[in-house]
């Protein structure tokens, strides 16, 4: 039950267009604790790197996440989706490309790729949609502030 | 960065009809462990009950999932959705829906449904896709007596 | 760097010694996200499933830890230690007992067995130590009538 | 049921002495899938972190631990022990300091220290006792060059 060398078919082509620039990078190297019992990394941790993708993303753009949620907007997760490409094994390096696909003061949907670190091999896609909600959970759109940082190019 | 309680767009229909019959349900009650700041389970973990259904799935229908693998028979994760409708809280009970989708020799797709324990209330809803490989990674048609009985209604 | 199936040298007999009685009992089976890739569940998950022991413990004793939480008590993990003694595998059933070894109003200690379903074979032993604090971190006695039921034999 | 700012009495006051040197040291951040309800990360984190720490303490030592298993070598945990000094949050930088305690042919011990990044303030200490041994998962002694390698000054 870990993830897949080979391709399937998609949930939506729209989900899985080339990343929109600009695009966030960091690198990150696989856990021992992050492989299962196939010796790859287990498919649910690529939503964790997303969400470190996503977490650099916001800094890179003069936003911290934690305090963003200090001003009380909190970016909850409405739908996560990861197509496998190629598996990741023990303390291999890949890249995780973050950028953000649409934006509105209610709503965010991030795209994610995992790369090889030259760049070329690609090993996941996915997307994140996320809607703002105010400490209560009840939607709220975020302030303007917040909305023109994270969308500035 | 946790789920939500609202609605987005899903990247596609199909992926969210009804689930098939016949569906297997498991009960689980969320851990401490499973939670985030925002004090919801996190959504990564949901990809873990997703695979807790496709355990038990395998098991009523007579397969041990761990068995399959013995024989060499790896049912690899392409794919994964999880569309969040509503937050689960530390020590709450829910049920855990499955069902197979689609099914082939090389590939399969489950459907999944949390839901309230009454069985009413919608928690979310998701699909993994699956493709069959051999140890060596290799895309690789299931035995027909494993893909008999994972379709036997 | 996975859980051994050998002895090794104790921090302190203490830890170790016999379950208190009485002690709660849980079953569980191990996931498939809990195993790593030399096959067996990853020494972390074993912190997880003491927790989930605590949690059944207070239940028992008609106290829900998350209404202990929500009076604004937080028994918070001030140490917590296992020893392993044979591995688990995916799809493994087995026990978990917790019993409470030392308790104030400040402080609280629980000890864990794991074993296999016959309770016959020691699979894993461990403790944690709690101290309770307020919504602001403080070390803080917990009320007498928690005390009193988590106590009670 | 998160780790606490407080103290408590330790299983050993010789896991907890001083680091022996050489340590290696890692900087690493709390990711948001790492906190817990109540805010902080999760004290099972903490075992992910050291074992992060051995990873890069092999590395710099000559050895990828990856390699290590490679050759059939397996440094399964046999006991770990964490104690938590004061809490980390989401998006915290902090230092992962490790060394090696003692060794033998099929015998290892390594001792943590987690630090804030000016390595003044004590955020967490531990140890993990590790037993060498084969594929088949029998006691094992290391080959003489990976004995050497670890140990070296």
Not at 5 to 11: M, Q
Not at 45 to 65: A, I, N, P
Not at 93 to 112: C, E, I, Q, W
Not at 113 to 122: H, S, Y
């Amino acid at each position: 039950m870990t993830n897949s060398p080979s391709s399937a078919s998609s949930p939506n082509k729209d989900l899985l267009a080339p990343l929109p620039s600009p695009t966030d990078e960091i690198e990150l190297r696989v856990r021992y604790s992050e492989t299962d019992r196939m010796g790859v990394a287990h498919n649910r941790v690529y939503f964790d790197w997303f969400e470190m993708g996503r977490t650099e993303f916001c800094r890179r753009k003069g936003l911290s996440y934690r305090e963003i949620e200090e001003r009380g907007v909190f970016l909850v997760v409405a739908e996560a989706f990861c197509r496998y490409r190629r598996p990741l094994r023990y303390d291999d390096r890949f890249l995780v490309r973050t950028a953000l696909r649409t934006l509105s003061p209610k709503k965010a949907t991030f795209a994610y790729e995992l790369r090889t670190l030259d760049g070329t091999g690609l090993i996941a896609q996915g997307t994140t949609v996320h809607v703002a909600v105010n400490k209560s959970g009840t939607v709220s759109a975020m302030p303007d502030d917040i909305v023109a940082r994270i969308g500035r190019p």
